[in-house]
């Protein structure tokens, strides 16, 4: 009886080591062009990946006009309010991001569950060192291609883009709304990835709906508010999506997309 | 009867399934325990990925394929070691089962900077482009290239602009030669060994005034590839007239650069009229406006006597009926990191023919009166050049330039008038040697403040001798 118990206990160890020896975590900064060039980090493992803002910095607001014939557009960017970085957040089962409301309130939203269906093309190119293949797909109605490594087996990626058999290392849509470059990336083995976020706050994750509900409510209050401060006579702001004649703005995520 | 039907449209089915193909398996570690998340992509050959799945808890993976002869499955997973098989299918086969044991593996990456190719970097004050992004095969020479890139413009005079402006310098890994007559290098140098162009703004002749003093010049630097092998490239052309006079020009360029040392030799020989000396009197007495801590640009023996004529208003080139040879050699040299050794040496030997014959008769009431004249102008010249510059690096911060300049020419005049039959002769010789010292020392304190020594030694003889008959 003795004896089991020690030969048991060696087992013991033997798997504990093991488990311990395959941790390996990796970093991947990434630059984000779009209306404003913003920085991204990205610690992920095997199983995980945390993608978050290097810098934040606030904004004001910013506007631009338009003028065509007979009519005015007025194009106001709301400038940032708050500090909290924009995350993403993949665990392979859920996906989990951060996003502002126009009056700055920050809502965490749990991803629907899409899996990125993705064409894998045989063009190859160098990124650093690492040989890159080419993939393109189509999400929420817009054309992505994405440039990733198999040197680097994670279904991981910039932005909201994932489940590709490597790790991405460029992203772009079609429009170019968006074009994401990795810049820099270590791996390193026998190094727990501590990913810096409170299950409290995933708990509290609401769904695509919702988020896009609270959104809409959000922005015609905004607009409200911003009517109510018009002088008498002046015609409203509209909201783009209610107005017919408006100028349909091309975005990187169309909700309504099937696709 | 009816049964019969029934098998029959059964088979049709089954036959129909038959050629959808389950490829499926479990993975596992050397524990035997099932691995998460692990890529399986299905490959045609190395480069065409059919399809691809990860594996589940259970470390099961599917496909779901159509029937294809030979395909491969790879494995991998984060902190595995990638595994490859191949499988072959048999026409009639359902379902192949292909398991697999991944071994532990530790892969471990350094920061790698990746910088996804960019095309243009732009780092303060230095825009640099990669080549090869902008080569096409009908390129042969730098100024081809440079006619791509936007932002550079090229003129047909060869002039090179960037955005408005003429660029002050046309360099090679930092060392330049031509100074403002960079034409000769843009138009002949070719293109392989090239490996990117900077476009240095505000840029100071003094590396080390970089920042401090305010300058609006823009260079042009050429980068070569690291391996960049010696290579000799070159122009020449020859021209010759055979119809009457025996005019001929013979123009030719050959350089060779590598890392280290780079040679250009130039040389003209010519009977048309064509000043050889224009293309290298900017290598002679570069022309540096509004340098800091110059001194003595301005100092120079003015000759007192001048045997010219005048001459009618016809382009230069087609009065001077001339003989001239030239020859030079310029070598640039690294043999270390801190010391640069710059050579220059020049010959120039030159024969110039001028006659004029003139006749005014004049008229003036009923009086008249003939001139004639007849002018003969013979002009010898040989200059032979030698510049030496030594670049040190002392530190950082300090540098030291010594640049010795060495100048022997021998000029002969002969004049010839014979005005209404009275002969006069004129003769004119004159020596020149001339030799240019300069020291510069330099140290920069901080960003804002350094300090420039310059001491220049000129010893400049030019007599003349004078004869009349």
Request: aromatic share 12%; hydrophobic share 35%; charged share 25%.
């Amino acid at each position: 009886m003795k004896v089991m118990k020690k030969k048991m206990l060696i087992i013991f160890l033997f798997t504990f080591l093991n488990i311990n020896s395959q941790e390996i975590c990796g970093t991947i900064e990434y630059e984000v062009k779009g209306y404003k060039t913003i920085y991204f980090k990205m610690i992920f493992n095997d199983n995980f990946s945390f993608n978050t803002e290097k810098e934040v910095k606030l904004s004001d607001n910013e506007k631009e006009t338009h003028k065509s014939e007979g009519s005015v557009t007025n194009k106001i960017i709301e400038g940032r309010r708050n500090l909290t970085p924009i995350f993403l957040y993949n665990d392979k089962q859920n996906f989990y991001f951060n996003e502002e409301f126009i009056d700055g309130e920050i809502a965490v939203v749990k991803e629907d569950k899409i899996t990125w269906k993705w064409k894998i093309l045989s063009e190859t190119k160098k990124i650093g060192n690492f040989t890159c293949q080419k993939a393109q797909t189509t999400f929420r109605g817009s054309a992505f291609t994405a440039w990733f490594t198999n040197e680097i087996p994670v279904p991981f990626g910039p932005w909201k883009a994932k489940d590709l058999p490597g790790l991405i290392l460029e992203l772009f849509d079609s429009n170019e709304i968006m074009h994401i470059t990795a810049t820099k990336v270590t791996l390193k083995s026998k190094e727990k990835c501590v990913f810096p976020i409170n299950e409290k706050t995933l708990k509290k994750a609401v769904s695509i709906q919702s988020y896009l509900n609270t959104q809409k409510k959000k922005d015609k209050e905004y607009f409200a508010r911003l009517n109510s401060k018009l002088p008498k006579g002046s015609k409203p702001f509209k909201l783009a999506e209610d107005c017919e004649d408006c100028p349909k703005e091309i975005k990187l995520e169309n909700f309504n997309e099937k696709k | 009867m009816r049964k019969n039907k029934l098998l029959i449209i059964l088979f049709f089915l089954s036959l129909n399934i038959f050629s959808q193909i389950k490829i499926k398996g479990i993975i596992k570690d050397v524990t035997n325990k099932p691995l998460l998340g692990v890529n399986v992509v299905l490959k045609k050959d190395s480069l065409n990925i059919l399809e691809y799945t990860f594996s589940n808890r259970e470390g099961d993976y599917l496909f779901d394929i159509h029937h294809h002869e030979k395909l491969f499955l790879e494995f991998s997973a984060l902190g595995f070691k990638k595994e490859s098989i191949s499988i072959y299918l048999e026409k009639d086969s359902k379902e192949i089962i292909k398991n697999i044991i991944l071994k532990e593996q530790s892969f471990e990456l350094d920061e790698i900077i990746v910088q996804s190719e960019k095309i243009i970097k732009v780092k303060k004050d230095t825009v640099e482009i990669s080549v090869n992004k902008f080569l096409t095969t009908n390129d042969a020479t730098v100024e081809d290239l440079l006619k791509k890139i936007p932002g550079i413009s090229v003129d047909s005079q060869g002039t090179i602009k960037i955005g408005n402006q003429e660029i002050e310098k046309l360099m090679v890994d930092g060392d330049d030669f031509f100074e403002k007559g960079y034409k000769i290098l843009s138009k002949n140098m070719p293109l392989d060994q090239l490996k990117k162009i900077q476009i240095l703004q505000k840029y100071s002749n003094n590396r080390l005034l970089k920042g401090i003093e305010e300058s609006d010049k823009i260079a042009l630097n050429l980068v070569l590839k690291d391996d960049a092998k010696r290579q000799w490239f070159g122009n020449a052309s020859l021209s010759y007239d055979v119809l009457s006079t025996n005019k001929y020009h013979l123009k030719s360029y050959l350089m060779n650069f590598g890392k280290k040392n780079k040679y250009i030799f130039l040389s003209n020989f010519n009977s048309i009229g064509y000043n050889a000396t224009g293309d290298i009197n900017h290598l002679i007495k570069p022309f540096r406006f509004d340098e800091p801590a110059s001194i003595g640009d301005d100092q120079q023996v003015y000759s007192l006597l001048n045997l010219s004529s005048s001459v009618p208003n016809f382009k230069s080139n087609r009065t001077n009926f001339n003989n001239a040879e030239l020859g030079s050699l310029n070598a640039i040299f690294n043999p270390t990191e801190k010391l640069k050794i710059k050579a220059l040496g020049f010959f120039n030997w030159d024969e110039t023919d001028f006659f004029r014959n003139n006749i005014d008769v004049v008229n003036v009431n009923s009086s008249n009166f003939t001139n004639t004249e007849n002018y003969q102008l013979k002009n010898k010249k040989q200059i032979a050049f030698v510049k030496l510059d030594f670049m040190y690096a002392i530190s950082k911060t300090k540098t030291l330039e010594a640049t010795t300049k060495y100048n022997n020419g021998s000029f002969t005049n002969i004049s010839n008038l014979v005005f209404n039959g009275n002969s006069t002769l004129e003769n004119l010789q004159e020596k020149n040697t001339l030799l240019d010292q300069k020291i510069t020392y330099t140290n920069k304190f901080n960003d804002q403040k350094v300090f420039l020594l310059t001491a220049r030694f000129i010893n400049e003889k030019a007599p003349q001798n004078y004869s009349l008959n």
